[in-house]
């Protein structure tokens, strides 16, 4: 093992007694890995019992509120040992969230140590799957398929592809909303008012919508009555999704007994992925069957609409099982993150008049008729920066993760400790974006903060939703534009308040989500 000197005359010291004066002299001030302040849990054996339910202190259910406690009883940075010898360290002080997402080691990738059983159960099927895909894959093995995957997804000009349907879809959601609304007529006041109990089932169905046809070029009709059903294809993949991301957190942590046989969340786990892994296997090989058909009338100039799908069966670097395994990932991915995310905005645009007031201005300036208009890239990118003001807001107060897992690739000093390359270190944004330390009035929603004129001074490692660097989220403008549209279109056509409780809280459940139905009164604006 090569250490660096500093570290090596720290590891002799330790093991000599007497460390804390030699380590400050003989580091140039640096503290030990031991010394960072955190829990360890009784005789150092973990501290994961604290996240047992009645006993324990903390709940997976709800890691914003462990990461608040831990942040004031230890401070910035963080050790805690969940079980003897695995270890996190979690990250609260941007100068330090830098220092690990920043890293650009030549020749390595930056690595995540998440969804380890969605890997067991992808790799128990490799006549399935090549790889267990982006999510828990690491190293050179990651960036083969990353490299080739996002060709089609992440750069501008791909998305802005994906601009017109999108548009289209959004717009006759917007349009069913006031049937929907007029169909509960008990919940209609005198003033033209509706009350809906909650809109996110509904938000839901319009992102699984929108997924399945930019991925797959096929319509769902997830508002149709057959697909409104439990047992319907669109009702149990998101279901499907639900249940495996709460699988995650709890697979990921403590002693992973599911390795060694089946334990309820990896069974939990497995048959959600198994009724994902059959529509994904369905809903490609769909796209091969009229893949040389739509390889002909490409080829005589007839362009029909190009789906992901058929811009990764076109690409000779991707194996079927690689496509399969991201369209299995597409599904996984891309319901709940935007629909959690503008239920959030929603939840603070109904309780804020004036920032609710000067979306609706931008909106009616970019969709004067909004039955006729389109929104187009050019006007997305230029008249919409107050909705892009919202949706930073919302993310500062409420990202649907609460911070950037990453497995050090190299050794590095991080709040004046030494934290050694292996080590699990996770960023805690959310909590640091809710601290008066980097944020003017830091409760208070105020998206004028991320609008030029008024841009307050912030560093740039705060608020960081999608992750940082080359192992960002994959689909962030996609999803970008997706929640800008819907917010431009809906806050167009509607005036909202919020219904529910206030404050709202979030559940943990690998991403955050409301911890209550999405509860709005609806009034539809006349011009
Ligand atoms: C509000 C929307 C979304 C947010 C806030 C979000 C956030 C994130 C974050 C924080 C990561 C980890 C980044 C890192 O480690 O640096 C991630 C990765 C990923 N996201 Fe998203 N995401 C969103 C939407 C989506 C959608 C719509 C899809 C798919 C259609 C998607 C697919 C993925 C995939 C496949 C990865 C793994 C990338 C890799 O490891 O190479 N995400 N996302």
Same mark, same amino acid.
């Given at each position: 093992?090569?250490?660096?000197?500093?570290?090596?005359?720290?590891?002799?010291?330790?093991?000599?007694?007497?460390?804390?004066?030699?380590?400050?002299?003989?580091?140039?001030?640096?503290?030990?890995?031991?010394?960072?302040?955190?829990?360890?849990?009784?005789?150092?054996?973990?501290?994961?019992?604290?996240?047992?339910?009645?006993?324990?202190?903390?709940?997976?259910?709800?890691?914003? *509120?462990?990461?608040?406690?831990?942040?004031?009883?230890?401070? =910035?940075?963080?050790?805690?040992?969940?079980?003897?010898?695995?270890?996190?360290?979690?990250?609260?002080?941007?100068?330090?969230?830098?220092?690990?997402?920043?890293?650009?080691?030549?020749?390595?990738?930056?690595?995540?140590?998440?969804?380890?059983?969605?890997?067991?159960?992808?790799?128990?099927?490799?006549?399935?799957?090549?790889?267990?895909?982006?999510?828990?894959?690491?190293?050179?093995?990651?960036?083969?398929?990353?490299?080739?995957?996002?060709?089609?997804?992440?750069?501008?000009?791909?998305?802005?592809?994906?601009? =017109?349907?999108?548009?289209?879809?959004?717009?006759?959601?917007?349009?069913?909303?006031?049937?929907?609304?007029?169909?509960?007529?008990?919940?209609?006041?005198?003033?033209?008012?509706?009350?809906?109990?909650?809109?996110?089932?509904?938000?839901?169905?319009?992102?699984?919508?929108?997924?399945?046809?930019?991925?797959?070029?096929?319509?769902?009709?997830?508002?149709?009555?057959?697909?409104?059903?439990?047992?319907?294809?669109?009702?149990?993949?998101?279901?499907?999704?639900?249940?495996?991301?709460?699988?995650?957190?709890?697979?990921? @942590?403590?002693? @992973?007994?599911?390795?060694?046989?089946?334990?309820?969340?990896? *069974?939990?786990?497995?048959?959600?992925?198994?009724?994902?892994?059959?529509?994904?296997?369905?809903?490609?090989?769909?796209?091969?069957?009229?893949?040389?058909?739509?390889?002909?009338?490409?080829?005589?100039?007839?362009?029909?609409?190009?789906?992901?799908?058929?811009?990764?069966?076109?690409? %000779?670097?991707?194996?079927?099982?690689?496509?399969?395994?991201?369209?299995?990932?597409?599904?996984?991915?891309?319901?709940?993150?935007?629909?959690?995310?503008?239920?959030?905005?929603?939840?603070?645009?109904?309780?804020?008049?004036?920032?609710?007031?000067?979306?609706?201005?931008?909106?009616?300036?970019?969709? %004067?008729?909004?039955?006729?208009?389109?929104?187009?890239?050019?006007?997305?990118?230029?008249?919409?920066?107050?909705? *892009?003001?919202?949706?930073?807001?919302?993310?500062?107060?409420?990202?649907?993760?609460?911070?950037?897992?990453?497995?050090?690739?190299?050794?590095?000093?991080?709040?004046?400790?030494?934290?050694?390359?292996?080590?699990?270190?996770?960023?805690?944004?959310?909590?640091?974006?809710?601290?008066?330390?980097?944020?003017?009035?830091?409760?208070?929603?105020?998206?004028?903060?991320?609008?030029?004129?008024?841009?307050?001074?912030?560093?740039?490692?705060?608020?960081?939703?999608?992750?940082?660097?080359?192992?960002?989220?994959?689909?962030?403008?996609?999803?970008? @534009?997706?929640?800008?549209?819907?917010?431009?279109?809906?806050?167009?056509?509607?005036?909202?308040?919020?219904?529910?409780?206030?404050?709202?809280?979030?559940?943990?459940?690998?991403?955050?989500?409301?911890? @209550? =139905?999405?509860?709005?009164?609806?009034?539809?604006?006349?011009?």
């Amino acid at each position: 093992m090569n250490l660096p000197r500093g570290q090596l005359i720290t590891k002799l010291l330790r093991s000599a007694g007497g460390q804390k004066y030699l380590l400050s002299t003989e580091t140039g001030g640096t503290k030990g890995f031991d010394e960072i302040p955190g829990p360890r849990g009784p005789l150092g054996l973990g501290n994961l019992y604290q996240y047992l339910p009645v006993v324990g202190r903390y709940s997976f259910d709800e890691l914003h *509120r462990s990461g608040a406690d831990k942040y004031a009883r230890y401070g =910035p940075i963080v050790r805690e040992t969940m079980v003897p010898g695995q270890d996190v360290v979690w990250l609260y002080d941007p100068a330090d969230i830098a220092t690990v997402l920043d890293d650009r080691t030549p020749g390595i990738y930056p690595s995540r140590r998440s969804h380890t059983a969605l890997e067991k159960y992808r790799k128990d099927r490799p006549n399935v799957y090549r790889t267990a895909g982006l999510l828990p894959t690491n190293g050179i093995e990651w960036w083969k398929i990353r490299s080739e995957l996002q060709k089609g997804l992440s750069s501008p000009q791909s998305v802005r592809n994906f601009l =017109p349907a999108t548009d289209k879809i959004t717009k006759e959601f917007v349009a069913r909303i006031k049937p929907m609304l007029e169909s509960q007529t008990s919940k209609t006041q005198d003033d033209g008012v509706f009350l809906m109990e909650d809109f996110m089932p509904p938000i839901s169905r319009l992102n699984l919508e929108l997924i399945c046809l930019l991925a797959f070029d096929v319509r769902l009709d997830s508002f149709s009555e057959e697909q409104m059903q439990p047992h319907s294809l669109s009702s149990r993949l998101m279901e499907s999704a639900e249940t495996t991301n709460s699988c995650i957190l709890p697979t990921d @942590q403590g002693f @992973q007994l599911w390795r060694y046989f089946e334990t309820p969340a990896y *069974r939990r786990l497995r048959k959600a992925q198994q009724f994902m892994e059959k529509t994904a296997v369905e809903l490609v090989s769909e796209k091969l069957l009229y893949f040389n058909e739509d390889q002909q009338r490409l080829a005589s100039g007839e362009h029909g609409s190009k789906s992901l799908m058929e811009e990764y069966l076109r690409n %000779p670097n991707l194996e079927l099982n690689d496509i399969i395994g991201m369209a299995a990932d597409l599904l996984l991915a891309g319901v709940h993150t935007t629909s959690y995310t503008t239920a959030f905005a929603l939840y603070h645009l109904g309780q804020n008049v004036s920032a609710q007031e000067r979306l609706y201005q931008e909106a009616k300036a970019i969709l %004067p008729d909004p039955r006729r208009d389109r929104i187009g890239a050019a006007t997305l990118g230029s008249e919409a920066s107050y909705c *892009r003001a919202v949706l930073k807001e919302t993310f500062r107060l409420n990202p649907i993760s609460i911070g950037v897992g990453r497995i050090l690739n190299r050794d590095h000093v991080l709040g004046g400790y030494q934290v050694p390359r292996g080590t699990v270190v996770v960023t805690q944004n959310m909590i640091s974006c809710r601290q008066e330390t980097y944020f003017r009035d830091a409760a208070q929603f105020i998206p004028e903060r991320w609008v030029r004129e008024t841009r307050e001074p912030v560093s740039p490692h705060l608020v960081l939703p999608f992750g940082h660097g080359m192992r960002s989220c994959i689909a962030r403008r996609l999803a970008e @534009q997706s929640m800008l549209v819907l917010l431009l279109r809906l806050i167009r056509s509607f005036e909202i308040e919020w219904a529910g409780t206030v404050p709202m809280d979030v559940k943990t459940k690998l991403i955050n989500q409301p911890d @209550q =139905p999405i509860r709005l009164r609806f009034k539809p604006r006349s011009q």
